[in-house]
Structures are given as C-alpha cells and as structure tokens.
C-alpha cells in the first residue's frame, strides 16, 4: 500500500489520467494496425488450413490476452483452447497434436517457458505464429509468421505494468478472429448455436414450439358457444384469450380480454346469450410452430397484443402463447 505521504490530492484530476491513458493506447492502436502486413494474411491462412485447434500460449499478462483470443476464436467459427506453458512443458503439451496451429505470445519474445516449448513443437511438425513486440526476439525469428504488436510506449507512466502493449495484442486477437468469421461465411446463427445460454442464442435457437401451450392447455371453443361460456375457457387456460374454431380445428376467430371490455360497453351484448362468433376478432394475427420465439415477440410489439395463437399451413389451431410465455423463455 502506498505511503499517506503518496496519497492523491483532492485536486487530483483522475478523469485526465483515465483520458490520456485513452489517448496513449488509441495511438499505440494506430500504429499496429498501420504494419498490419502480408504476416497477417499467412496467419490468417495458416489457421484456415488448420485441420486441429489454435492452441494459444503465454505466460503472465500474454497468457491472459491468450487466454481470451483463444475463447474469442472458438466463439466465432475457429476451434481453440489455451494451454498454459508452464504446464504444457509438465505434461499438457500432449495435448497438442500435429495438427494443431500454435499462437504463442510474448511480448519480449524471450519468456523462458514459451520458448522450452518450441523444440518440441517444431518436431512435431506443427505451424508457430507468434505475436510479440520485437522482430529480432527469439519467439519471433523462430516462428513461421511474426505478428508485430510493438507499440511507441506503455501508458503505465513508469512504463512497467503492460497496458498499451496487452490492449494491442487484444487487439490483434480480435482481428484475427474477426478476419477469419468474415473469410469462413461464419453467420448470426452459428454464433448463437455456440452460445445456446446467452441472448443471442435465445433469440436464434429458441423456436415456437418451445414456448408454445398445445393440447387441452390451448383455449378454444366453437362459434356457438356464449360469451361466458367463452370467459370460462379463457379462465382456465390463463392465456387472456380463446380461439374460435370448427369442428375441424380451423381458426374462425379469436376473443380476448381487450375484446370482453369492448363488450361489456355494449348495450346490445348480453354476456350469457350473444354468440361468441358474433363479437370475436375475425382473421387475426397468427404465427406458425416453427417460427422464432423472437418473431412473436416483435409480433406483439408492433400489433401492441399480448398473445398470439400458432396455426398450421391448413389454418387449424396447433398452440398458443402469451408475453409471460416470452418472459418466462426470456426473449424479451
């Protein structure tokens, strides 16, 4: 802990350190990309030709950036792990098949533990692109693809604790990344299916037919039937709405809470003998079982309705869902 003598003033300005660490690391930024070269197009390749993984090494703060490239590749279409080094030169380098395509990081391009791995490595037959911040480093010229990540100065004032340097080599992982999704095609939905818990995977995964009630749990009665007994219906299933059908299943109409007040402003409407045919909502806004969960909810949102009934191509009443039931599948 600092010293009470080294204690911040009040007038310390902290917004303006925060501010010229931005400004510092932006620059340093601009300065990579600017040397982003043909060694970027041969890594690039060399991970598409891989038949294996991307096995992403570092050690200290490089292992942190290659821990996170190594979970942002397999997130986007390229199969990758991180192994640490020092395990790696105790065992876990088994893991590594010839196969594989190795990223190793260090900054100097001399981490002892990073570079006890490489003889084995280049037995094994397998490709090395390193990322570090010095071309002549040992990492670098042993490699087969150098990717330069050297940046004009850390924005740790006392440019000790690695900061533009790791923002940098972040950097380089998400263009990588970023590089090989758009060359592979990869789309919306093969991000979703490799992140099924996450928001995204619940609006590209989750389907109609996952939220849906079907069976006795959907409302339904037929034309004849009386507006109460058609609240009845409506008060079991708990959905705020009934379906009108024949005795086919075919969808004739639908009547909803909304329309109950409407007929309860009536006069004409006699709520024990008006025919429920007589003040349902012909025609309305229907969606199909295999239909996104996220397509009812916006559905909903554009008619302002809160429940929907789902229909087959023939017209007949299959199931139905409410804005709980989207709640619940937290769609929306």
Known sequence: MPSASHAPSDSFDFAASGRRVFAIEGEALTAVAARLDGAFSAACRAILACRGRVVCTGMGKSGHVARKIAATLASTGTPAFYMHPGEAAHGDLGMVTDADVVLALSYSGESDEVLLLLPALKRQGNVVLAMTGRGQSTLAREADTHLDVAVPVEACPLQLAPTSSTTAALAMGDA????????????ADDFARSHPAGALGRRLLLHITDVMHVGDDVPKVGPAASIS?????????????TAV??????????YTDGDLRRSLDDANVDLRHTRIDAVMTRAPR????DALAAEAAQLMETHKINALLVTNRAGQVVGALNIHDLLRARVV
Do not use: P, Q, Y
């Open 286 to 289: 229907t969606i199909s079982a």
């Open 176 to 187: 990588l990344a970023v590089a090989l999704l758009e060359a592979r095609g990869f789309t």
């Open 245 to 254: 059908v024949d005795t086919d299943n075919h969808l004739l109409g639908l």
């Open 229 to 241: 007994e058609a609240l009845v219906e409506m008060s079991r299933k708990r959905l705020g709405m």
